[in-house]
């Protein structure tokens, strides 16, 4: 079956949309950022700013503002609990690289190549305490538990990646609870607090949680597509990270499930074993075209994009309302 | 000037009596830590119990524990918060381990090198993660403070003594704000959540805070010591770490302090260049032995403890006091 790829709304960036809408609210975050990342030990802003200054788009950071203002909260509070939220993603990225050793995050070389393991295991560790800090001065118990579960869901889930690695009997479902658990429960917990710090009722907060969720689930199927797909300019960081790792995404569990017997030892030398040759990426990449992969995995990401719509419409009218709306779309189409 | 050891009091352990007379209460601790350790990951709890399983004294939530009882709390509040502590502990551990690239811990392989790297991080970050949601579970926004300021703390000690590693010019008060960060803070907090738990005032919250920080300092310097001076077996772990990593402690600082051109050459090439060989480790005991670095090393051992023993002495009379007292000098006799 063919899939059309939209390409009409690439020029229009809801999320830089979105910044510009809350310029000043972020300006407040981004100075939560930097004034909680500061130690007299000059490793730590060192390290962390060099990640956190790289140009990240702070999209959780972003949604939790867009969402606390979407229900009418005009306050402070939601700035040092999107600092929270951005340094629990911080803190998850640096580990990441430590754990998956990646060569590449947000174009730069990635933080523990320059700075070491060890320094980014520590800097990490320190990004998260902060995080908790943060909120406790914001003293919400509930918002505590809601971004403490998400914190061990996100741990469990990158567990569950790291045991699933090389496995090429992985399926759909295992898949989507690895992403469920490490991308999309940090969305989830990020537009659900919005929500609960602008005093909404539980419907609220559940509309907001399931619109992060599969927010969540779009966006990193679509960022599961890139790997496989964008040039290194535009993504930076390296094409066919996933496939050198024996990481399992959704474009390589689709092609699996359509290999023959020849492609799926191919795979299983690829994957299982990591025994690679220069050219198995492009291998790859053509076995994953041959049987449309990327358009089915496409066509999955629009599963959940729909129901995160489903769950914005929930939402109170508001100027923010259509802006993350447009977002989810935005999220799939960006790597068309 | 001489040292006396002294060797009395050797064969009564007042840890082991604390954990006798708190028998009941360990249990219900014990069973709060395996509970919150499971996941549906098989990975989680094996690894996790695989460091937890292995005999560690439990010190930190049996003092949090025993500060509780100290203050004539006697409901359930300090299992969870307990496990909390001690799951903040092992999170530091699985992380240091990864860290230090250590050999041994707790007389076993380290789990970094039976589970890997990745493992050990992802599921310190999955106890960091249980850590908070414990805390925010008991609910106390004035707990969560001092526990996250302490992980804080910890994680900024950590680098510091990375930023400090094979460097032989660091001085006393430098491997104090070390200690103090990576060791002692955890100790405070573990000691001082016990008044506030049960609803004591500042002064005693205060008291338990310096008890808890001083005996932490010397149950390091203790520590240090044992680096350069047990056998193998009696500690459970290799001796010598510290000086294969270039780790600067006291009893170095204080030989280094003391040593002659050709000894600073020494100290500079072993320490600040990693050029070992093997006969070294001998040769650096034979220098810290030379200028009595180990007795005078406990001299400050000493000094702290007797800081230690002038807080506890603020607490109200109990039968607890006498055994937090006893375990000050336990923990720095333990070495000699």
Chains 1, 2 share one sequence.
Do not use: C
Request: charged share 25%; glycine share 6%; net charge neutral.
């Amino acid at each position: 079956m063919q899939q059309q790829v939209k390409k009409d709304n690439l020029d229009i960036n809801p999320l830089k949309e979105l910044t510009t809408l809350l310029h000043d609210d972020m300006e407040e975050v981004n100075k939560h950022i930097i004034e909680n990342m500061q130690s007299d030990i000059a490793l730590i802003p060192k390290l962390a700013g060099y990640l956190i200054n790289s140009g990240g788009k702070r999209i959780r950071p972003l949604l939790t503002l867009a969402t606390t203002r979407l229900y009418g909260y005009e306050g402070s509070r939601p700035y040092g609990l999107s600092a929270a939220v951005e340094f629990i993603h911080t803190a998850t990225l640096l580990h990441d690289d430590v754990v998956d050793k990646s060569e590449k995050r947000r174009g730069k070389i990635a933080a523990n190549l320059v700075f070491g393991n060890k320094a980014s295991v520590l800097v990490g560790d320190f990004l998260f305490s902060k995080s908790f800090q943060l909120m406790t001065k914001d003293g919400s118990i509930e918002i505590l538990d809601i971004l403490s579960n998400a914190s061990a869901i996100i741990a469990q889930g990158e567990v569950l990646q790291l045991s699933a690695t090389n496995n090429i009997n992985i399926t759909l479902e295992q898949y989507y609870e690895i992403i469920g658990s490490k991308t999309a429960a940090l969305f989830a917990a990020a537009t659900q607090i919005g929500p609960v710090i602008a005093g909404a009722d539980k419907q609220a907060a559940k509309a907001m949680y399931d619109y992060g969720y599969y927010l969540g689930m779009a966006f990193q199927i679509a960022d599961d597509i890139l790997d496989y797909n964008s040039s290194k300019e535009a993504m930076g960081k390296n094409i066919g990270d996933d496939f050198r790792e024996g990481k399992l995404t959704a474009p390589v569990i689709i092609a699996l499930s359509k290999a023959n017997e020849e492609e799926r030892k191919f795979w299983k030398r690829t994957l299982q074993n990591l025994n690679q040759q220069d050219d198995d990426l492009e291998k790859a990449i053509k076995l994953i075209n041959k049987h449309n992969a990327l358009q089915e995995t496409i066509k999955l990401a629009r599963n959940f994009a729909d129901k995160a719509i489903d769950a914005i419409e929930k939402a109170p009218n508001h100027k923010l309302k259509s802006l993350l709306k447009d977002i989810i779309n935005y999220t799939i189409e960006r790597n068309s």
